[in-house]
Structure formats: C-alpha cells, structure tokens
C-alpha cells in the first residue's frame, strides 16, 4: 500500500477513537440518571464506570490496529507481528461481546428487581447490535489471523533460515 493510505486509514483509526473518547466523557452528562447529579457523582456512577472499564477492550483493539497498519506499511505484513496484533484484536472483540452481554444482564436484572417501568428496549437493541459488530470484528480477524499463520508457515517451510 501506499505511505498516503496507511497514513489515511491511520488517521482514521484515530478518529474513531477520539470520536468514542468524546461519547465516553460526553454522553454521561446526557443520560437521563444523570440530570439531578453534580459532576463528580455523574462519572461515579457504577454503570458509568462499568462503561469506562469494558471500553478499554475497545481502545486496546484501534492500538491494535494502528500497530497493524504501521507493519502493513513497512511491508511486514507476513511478520509474527502482525498475526500477533491480529489475534489481540480478535481477543478485545470477544472481551467486548462479554462485557456487553454482562452490561445488558445488569440493565435487565435491575429493571425486573427495581420492578421498574422503563423501557430498556433502547439499551437492549442498541447492546445486540454492539455484539453483532463485536462479534464480525472478531470473525474477520480470525479469518485474516489463520491466513496469515498459513503463509507464515509456508514461508517458514520455503526458507527455513529466515
């Protein structure tokens, strides 16, 4: 690839992240708990916290990511490396898809215990398409991962000194 489209795909990379760190800090000022609280109270609220906690997955897999494309543009793409920043990737995708399917548990136990009237609908869908995405994050990655483990082991059985 060219040095102008790894730079691209990186700074896009970049954006994604700066994107979800700006919901991260913004959207707990928005949600509807949060309307009576001061800010302290607001970014210590368990849910909150669980939020910032599982998110980290997310940015460990754009670092990831960012590793990948600077391997990809110094041509070390069949490198154990890049099948090592793969497989992390996949990993944080996976971790993602337990942290939201424990996050959608607690939103649904506290609404049947609390015998609340709210609709957790919203939470509910907005969860199964998370793990949806987690989970065709993952997917790809193992794809990629084993086809760059078998040309890895071919290269390896071509030229063994390498």
Known sequence: MKKAQIIFLKLVVCLVGVGALVWLIRFPQTEGRATNLDLFSIYWDPIILYMYVASGAFFLALYQAIKLLGYIGEDKLLSPSSAK??????????????FIVVGEAWILIANFVEGSKEDAAGAVAMGVFMTFVSIVVATVASVFEKILQNNLDIKSKNNPTA
Do not use: E, Q, S
């Open 85 to 98: 920043a793969l497989r992390i990737i996949k990993y944080c995708a996976l971790a993602g898809v337990g």
